[in-house]
Nanobody, 115 residues
Framework: QVQLMQSGGGLVQAGGSLRLSCAAS????????SAWYRQAPGKQRELVAA???????NYADSVKGRFTISRDNVKNTVYLQMNSLKPEDTAIYFC?????????WGTGTQVTVSS
């Protein structure tokens, strides 16, 4: 059974930092395309950052230069380091792993950035 267990998140002031973690069981992140998405109230879920099996990264324009996605193959965990946070970053953040055409999602974690 595949599980993605998220941790991190919370309330932070604008300009602050947070780190999200997503630990997997049942799959290996190194064998998947891993990503972070977010969904703000009343908006569609959007891709924030992704990392390929080979380690290539891509980011949404809105977070480039502020967020960093990384992966620890030993811990089988993917991270999202978020710096210089803005109120518009407020959302529920989800991790996702795509393996052989199947998508697995974490349960989400709230990030709230106050102005």
């Amino acid at each position: 059974q595949v599980q993605l267990m998220q941790s991190g998140g919370g309330l932070v002031q604008a300009g602050g930092s947070l780190r999200l973690s997503c630990a997997a069981s049942g799959i290996t992140f190194s064998g998947s395309v891993s990503a972070w998405y977010r969904q703000a109230p009343g908006k569609q879920r959007e891709l924030v950052a992704a990392i390929s099996r080979g380690g290539s990264r891509n980011y949404a324009d809105s977070v480039k230069g502020r967020f960093t996605i990384s992966r620890d193959n030993v811990k089988n965990t993917v991270y999202l380091q978020m710096n210089s946070l803005k109120p518009e970053d407020t959302a529920i953040y989800f991790c996702k792993a795509a393996v052989i055409g199947l998508d697995y999602w974490g349960t989400g974690t709230q990030v709230t950035v106050s102005s």
